[in-house]
C-alpha cells in the first residue's frame, strides 16, 4: 500500500487553538512573477482529515501556492475530543480558528461536509474564493433538485467510519482504497445530523446573496441528477461549474482521475489572479 502522506515535501506543522487543532503548512514555490497571491485552506470531509489532500498539495505548491491544510477538532492528528458532543456548529468554529491562522483572507477549498462547512462561513467572513468539491448541497440546492430518496438520522452517538470492502472502484485503485482505510475513523453524529436530508432534517440552509467572493464547484457525476445538482449550486453561487462523469466521491481526492479536478481549480486560480491582476492595472 502506497501511503501518500510519507512522500510529501517537508513543512511546517503546528497546533492551533484552544483544541489543538492539527495544521499542516507547505511553502509554495514563489512564482516569476512574484505576485502576491492569497494562500489556499484546504478543509476536509467527515471521517478524514488532512491526509486526505496528500496528492493535491505538491501540484499546488510547485505553482507558487502557499497551503493551509487544517483538521477539525478530533480529526487525525489534532487532540482527540468526545465525539459525542461535537456539534456542526463546533466545526465552523475550527474552520474560522484556520482562517484566522491565514493572517490574510484565503482561498477555501472546501470537500464533502468542509464544503457545506465553508460555504457557510462564507455567509459572514471575509474569503478571497470558494472550491466546492462534490460538497455537501445546501437546503436550496436540495429544494430545486431533489434527492430520490432520504436519509436517516443516525440514533448512534457517533457514526463509524465508511467500510471500504471493495478491491477498487471506477477512479479508484486499491492502492487507493487500502490508503482510505487505513486512517478513516468516526465522525461525530451530531454533526452529520445537521446537514443531511432526512424526514426530520432539510440540512443546511445557506444565504447564497451573503456570499460575494467567486467560486468554483466540482461535482462526481454519475446520472443527470448530479449533473443538475451540481449546476444548480454554482448557479446560487454565482460561479463556475465543472462536472467530472463517471468518478466517485472520495476518487476526486484520493482517486486515479484527481488530476482532472486539480487541474480544473488550477485553471480557475490562474484565471483568478489574471482578473486581479488587470484590476491592479486600472
Request: hydrophobic share 40%.
Amino acid at each position: 500500500m502506497n501511503d501518500y502522506t510519507k512522500s510529501l515535501p517537508e513543512h511546517t506543522v503546528k497546533y492551533i487553538g484552544e483544541n489543538d487543532l492539527f495544521l499542516e503548512i507547505f511553502e509554495g514555490i514563489l512564482p516569476e512573477s512574484g505576485q502576491q497571491r492569497p494562500p489556499l485552506l484546504f478543509v476536509h470531509g467527515a471521517f478524514t482529515g488532512s491526509w486526505m489532500w496528500s496528492k493535491y498539495i505538491p501540484h499546488f505548491i510547485s505553482k507558487g501556492w502557499n497551503c493551509f491544510v487544517m483538521n477539525m477538532r478530533s480529526h487525525y492528528k489534532s487532540r482527540h475530543m468526545d465525539m459525542t458532543r461535537i456539534t456542526f456548529e463546533d466545526y465552523l468554529e475550527d474552520v474560522m480558528q484556520a482562517i484566522v491562522e491565514c493572517g490574510v483572507p484565503p482561498i477555501v477549498i472546501g470537500f464533502s461536509m468542509g464544503g457545506i462547512l465553508s460555504e457557510k462561513l462564507a455567509e459572514t467572513v471575509d474569503i478571497a474564493g470558494l472550491v466546492l468539491l462534490d460538497s455537501v448541497v445546501s437546503r436550496e440546492v436540495n429544494e430545486a433538485v431533489p434527492y430520490n430518496s432520504l436519509g436517516q438520522l443516525f440514533s448512534e452517538i457517533v457514526v463509524p467510519a465508511p467500510i471500504r470492502e471493495e478491491l477498487a472502484s471506477a477512479d479508484e485503485s486499491a492502492d487507493d482504497i487500502a490508503f482510505q482505510n487505513k486512517y478513516l475513523a468516526i465522525e461525530s453524529a451530531k454533526a452529520f445530523n445537521a446537514f443531511i436530508f432526512s424526514p426530520e432534517s432539510n440540512g443546511i440552509s445557506i444565504d447564497s446573496h451573503s456570499i460575494g467572493c467567486p467560486s468554483l464547484v466540482i461535482r462526481a457525476v454519475n446520472s443527470e441528477d448530479d449533473e443538475r445538482r451540481g449546476q444548480a449550486q454554482a448557479k446560487l453561487l454565482r460561479g463556475e461549474y465543472k462536472g467530472l462523469w463517471n468518478t466517485t466521491h472520495t476518487g476526486l481526492l484520493a482517486g486515479q482521475r484527481y488530476r482532472e479536478a486539480v487541474d480544473a481549480i488550477t485553471d480557475w486560480l490562474e484565471r483568478l489572479m489574471s482578473a486581479r491582476r488587470v484590476e491592479v492595472k486600472q
